[in-house]
Every structure is written in C-alpha cells, then in structure tokens.
C-alpha cells in the first residue's frame, strides 16, 4: 500500500491523499471542501482502478470554474502514474 499526497488547483479542497495498491484506489481522503460529497465519490472509488477513475472523472467542471474537486482527482491520479514511469 502506498499513500500519494497532491494538493489540487482551483478548487475548495486543499490535500487529497490516496491510499493506492498497485493499480487500484483503496483509499481517499479529502481535506476541505463539500465534505459529505466528497466521502460519498471517495466511498464510490474504493477499489477501482486508477484508469476507470481517471476516465470517470477527468474533465467535470464546478460551477462556472474550469475544475472541480473530481477533475483534480483525475489530475492527481494522472501526476502519480507519471512518477512512476
């Protein structure tokens, strides 16, 4: 198990800290922001691989802002497959 740590862009929440193993999503934390939404996607996410997750949320929007708080998840999990090349 290995914990990645990112700290979004833009949006309200202000760490994000994954749980992975291997190419799966066991666990999510999300510091600030809507927290009931939040621990309701991290809940939706748990064992998911990272892939599926990106594709499901890359891309949303909030509001008027060109991000939100499932798109920078995206980003993140984008950031940690990148360092592990």
Do not use: W
Request: some cysteine; glycine content about 12%.
């Amino acid at each position: 198990m290995e914990t990645f740590i990112y700290h979004p862009k833009g949006t309200c929440s202000t760490e994000m800290r994954f749980e992975l193993d291997g190419d799966k999503v066991e666990g999510l934390t999300v510091v600030n922001g809507c927290n009931g939404n939040l621990k309701g996607i991290a809940s939706l996410i748990k064992g998911m691989p990272i892939d599926e997750v990106i594709a499901r949320l890359d891309g949303i929007q909030c509001g008027f802002k060109s991000t939100s708080c499932p798109d920078q998840m995206a980003k993140a999990l984008m950031a940690y497959k990148a360092g592990r090349k």
